[in-house]
């Protein structure tokens, strides 16, 4: 059975950081991608970056490159989000997905296991 929990979620002052951890387990990253979405109040579940076998890391927000590094622990069965330099548009429920091949979906759509979210907020 897959799953993926993520933790990490707060709230912090604009300029501050985070770290988001996804914990998976009942696959391996050989055969999937994993990635990190968003969702801001009102908007559209957004890619924020995403890891593959074929590509490694990728980031598919031009606002959070620089500010965000996705990276992994494979002994952990963890990913990862740095975010730093955070800013009130960064504010969203962050969700950890799968999905099973060797590419990082151009679709949000096309991941196939979820988890639960974890809240950031960024405010003053």
């Known amino acids: 059975q897959i799953q993926l929990v993520e933790s990490g979620g707060g709230t912090v002052q604009p300029g501050g950081s985070l770290r988001l951890s996804c914990t998976y387990s009942g696959f391996t990253l050989e055969h999937f991608a994993i990635g990190w979405l968003r969702q801001a109040p009102g908007k559209e579940r957004e890619g924020v970056s995403c890891f593959s076998t074929s590509e490694g890391p990728t980031y598919q927000v031009d606002s959070v490159k620089g500010r965000f590094t996705i990276s992994r622990d494979n002994a952990k069965n963890t990913m990862y989000l740095e975010m730093n330099n955070l800013k009130p548009e960064d504010t969203a429920v962050y969700y950890c997905?799968?999905?099973?091949?060797?590419?990082?979906?151009?679709?949000?759509?096309?991941?196939?296991?979820w988890g639960r979210g974890t809240q950031v907020t960024i405010s003053s």
């Open positions: 997905a799968a999905l099973l091949g060797y590419y990082c979906p151009t679709y949000v759509s096309r991941y196939n296991y």
